[in-house]
């Protein structure tokens, strides 16, 4: 039975996982955690719960800092260097759609059975890039295989957003 895919263009980033790369995807797949250990939100929830700040001074303060990120990856790339700071892919394209589980290509560029390492940035906030490993089911399906238990939360609610604005879509062509 082949999963229910999605729509959604996003750009991906991926390379086959070999004996020679493994080591270094499992090195970058741990350190992709530590994004999440943010020392300004830390500084801003000390700040908070002091009561230094309210809810609306840590909204704009968390909003300032997101900013902020951003423009530090777009120094990055102007300057040539990777914003996210991770290693080179084989391949980068947009997928197709995705699932809660699977996600797909527009062409055939996996080998079956095969592992993969990937990295995408999907449109939440705030953005962050979520790295994973799959499994190529066919040439242009793959099964998640291991993901980080915060990237999983993020994906499944985007893959939830993805389905109900295409269930309106749908509502609203009829």
């Known amino acids: 039975m082949s999963p229910r895919i999605i729509p959604a ?16 995807f499992e090195n970058d797949f741990h350190q ?3 994004p999440h250990i943010d020392p ?3 500084w801003i929830g000390m700040q908070e719960a002091r009561g230094h700040i309210d809810e609306s ?3 704009m303060m968390l909003l300032m800092a997101e900013l902020f990120k951003k423009m530090e990856r777009i120094e990055q790339r102007i300057l040539g260097n990777d914003p996210d700071g991770s290693i080179p892919f084989e391949h980068q394209t947009s997928l197709f759609g995705l699932s ?4 797909q290509f527009h062409d055939e560029l996996l080998s079956v059975n095969e592992s993969y390492y990937a990295k ?8 962050h890039p979520i790295s ?18 915060n990237d999983r ?12 604005a295409l269930l309106s879509e749908l509502r609203g062509a009829q």
């Open 100 to 103: 809660y589980e699977h996600l």
């Open 153 to 164: 939360g993020t994906w499944d609610r985007y893959t939830m957003g993805r389905e109900r």
């Open 57 to 59: 001074e840590k909204s």
């Open 120 to 127: 995408i940035f999907i449109p939440v906030f705030p953005q």
């Open 9 to 24: 263009s996003i750009a991906i980033r991926f390379s086959h996982v070999t004996p020679h790369n493994k080591e270094l």
């Open 40 to 42: 300004m939100r830390e």
């Open 32 to 34: 992709c955690v530590q």
């Open 132 to 149: 994973f490993f799959f499994e190529a089911l066919d040439g242009r399906l793959g099964a998640i295989s291991l993901m980080h238990v």
